[in-house]
């Protein structure tokens, strides 16, 4: 049986990524999907896979760092298939955006148009979803955090902030929107595989790539579909008494002691001496 029949559901990023698998997997169990994306092409082509599978999806172009185009994906959804009761706050780009840096190296006008898209959007996605939600008679956020929102990494303070102020709404939000029947939860993913996380990083250095995956207890880093599973239990009503929750999808990369970690990798990289390092 699928458990989002009749949901309408709004995924930002949906284009590829972890947010293509979260809009397929919606649209698997039921669910109408808007794509809201920068990529219009290949946000076509999910929905060209979403339709082929029989599922029922539409694209809009909408950068989710401009206050106008999140106010009109929100419109789009109830205009085409009259509510909506599902929003996942998902875009942004791990790959090619410049976050790095220490407060003293970060540039305001990075910090600004960073967070724009990792904080921003999340509060206005949410100012506009709930209305339409609470017409709709309640809904299902769920907000894609990161394990950088729980432990940090050196010369990030840009996405690390945002990571940990997206945790934060969410248990804010969820505090506010219970009453009104509307469900707000984070994942927290660790490093996860996608299509363009395989083209920049590991494609030419498959070796650092199994390295990096020896810091998970699975052996093993994250597909897409993992955290889109997680999601889509979010917004189902197996989990109806889950709210203000912040769901770690990591494979076990945050439950280690560092101490025995850093003596693991010390001794694979003596048994592999031909690893190449990822950064
Ligand atoms: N991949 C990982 O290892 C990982 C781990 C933890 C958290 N995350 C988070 O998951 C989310 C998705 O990451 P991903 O790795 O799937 O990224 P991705 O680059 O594979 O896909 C991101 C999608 O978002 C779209 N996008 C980027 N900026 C946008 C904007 N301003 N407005 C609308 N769309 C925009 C892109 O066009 C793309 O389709 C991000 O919030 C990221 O921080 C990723």
């Given at each position: ?146 394990v ?42 660790g490093h ?21 995956e020896q810091q998970y207890a699975l052996r093993r880093c994250g ?25 770690v999808v990591d494979g076990g990369l945050s439950i280690q002691?560092?101490?025995?970690l ?18």
């Open positions: 049986m699928q458990r989002l029949a009749g949901q309408v559901a709004i995924v930002t990023g949906g284009a590829q990524g972890i947010g293509g698998a979260t809009a397929r997997r919606l649209a698997e169990e039921g669910a109408s999907v808007l794509i809201a994306d920068i990529d219009d092409e290949a946000a076509e082509r999910n929905v060209q896979t979403i339709r082929a599978a029989g599922g029922t999806a539409a694209a809009i172009h909408a950068d989710v760092g401009r206050h106008a185009d999140i106010r009109a994906m929100v419109d789009e959804a109830v205009r085409r298939w009259g509510k909506l009761t599902i929003l996942v706050n998902n875009a942004y780009s791990p790959v090619g955006e410049n976050r790095d840096g220490s407060a003293v190296e970060v540039s305001e006008e990075g910090w600004d148009r960073a967070l724009a898209v990792l904080m921003k959007s999340v509060f206005l996605g949410v100012k506009y979803a709930v209305p339409a939600m609470e017409a709709a008679g309640g809904g299902a956020i769920v907000n894609v955090a990161s950088h929102g729980l432990l940090m990494a050196p010369r990030s303070l840009v996405y690390e902030a945002g990571k940990s102020a997206v945790i934060g709404m969410t248990r804010q939000m969820a505090l506010d929107f219970g009453p009104r029947g509307i469900r707000v939860n984070a994942v927290c993913p996860i595989v996608t299509e363009r996380i395989q083209a920049a990083m590991w494609a030419e250095n498959p070796s650092g790539l199994r390295f990096f597909r897409p579909v993992d955290i889109a599973n997680a999601i889509v239990f979010l917004c189902s009503d197996e989990a109806a008494f889950i709210t203000g929750h912040a769901l002691l560092q101490e025995n850093g003596v693991h990798l010390a001794h694979y990289i003596q048994e592999h001496p031909e690893t190449r390092l990822p950064y």
